[in-house]
């Protein structure tokens, strides 16, 4: 069984950044896809970003890319998503989240899902 708690959520103005991080406990190296996601009330869940830790790609949805970057810490057992250059559409609650299978940041079905961290910008 995997647990994943997400923090560094919070309230931001628009241009600014925050760091999201996720710590993974159990055994994680069944899931090697990591990847955020993030849902507004009413409106779909949206995949932000994705990683495979068996060697390190990243793949992110068109609405983040050069904004967002996604790692990890092995070591740690925590995943980032790193947030620059916010904006209000960024307003979200994100979701950290693993799966045994493919890794997409378009993927929305995972088998593992942390609790979420609110994010708010502000313009």
């Known amino acids: 069984q995997l647990q994943l708690v997400e923090s560094g959520g919070g309230s931001v103005q628009s241009g600014g950044s925050l760091r999201l991080s996720c710590a993974a406990y159990g055994y994680a190296h069944s899931t090697p896809c990591m990847g955020w996601l993030r849902q507004v009330p009413g409106k779909e869940r949206e995949g932000v970003a994705s990683l495979d830790t068996t060697d390190g790609s990243t793949d992110y949805a068109d609405s983040v890319k050069g904004r967002f970057t996604i790692s990890q810490d092995s070591a740690k057992n925590t995943l980032y998503l790193q947030m620059n250059n916010l904006n209000p559409e960024d307003t979200a609650m994100y979701y950290c989240?693993?799966?045994?299978?493919?890794?997409?940041?378009?993927?929305?079905?995972?088998?593992?899902w942390g609790q979420g961290t609110q994010v708010t910008v502000s313009s």
């Open positions: 989240a693993a799966t045994y299978d493919y890794c997409s940041a378009s993927r929305l079905i995972y088998n593992y």
